[in-house]
């Protein structure tokens, strides 16, 4: 005679689909705005920011952590967005390539860039100006050969890569200027 072969021949109970975790809230300063949002819990702050909020000047590259398009800062300090969970950017402040300008003055950063044609397709761009933002506010960049190691994990497809540099060249030496000429 055949034996049944299922599952609860073999003695496992039945198990149930888990059920989908409970949404959560976050709120985060987003370019000096607070913002409340309900996300899955694996939400990244990436998919936060361009599928939640509607910003979608953060580009999504890899989504793994490997080319610098997500980059923004959070308080303060570069971060890959699509490697950060929103729900760990609770309470914290965000700054996106949105909020870089001041009304209709560019950062420094952005005007250092269209001088000096610093992008073709510009997909990278956001990352590279708010990873250059948080780059400066680091400190740690004397040289170009600093710049270009300290800026590595922010790929350019288009090989700005000269473009680059000298933009972010050109507003170290002033910043460095201006701090030089403090009492
Ligand atoms: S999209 Fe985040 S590092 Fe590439
Ligand atoms: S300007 Fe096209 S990827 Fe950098």
Redesign the pocket.
Known sequence: MSQPTGPASQGHAHKQPAPPPDLMDVTLTINGSRKTLRVAPWTSL?DALRLHLDMTGT????????????TVLVDGRRI????TLAVMAEGRTVTTIEGLASGDALHPLQEAFVEHDAFQCGYCTPGQICSAVGMLEEGHARTDDDIRELMSGNLCRCGAYPNIVAAIRQVMDSQAQKDGGKP
């Open positions: 990436l580009k999504k590259g890899c989504d793994h952590g490997q080319c610098g398009a997500c890959n967005s699509c490697l």
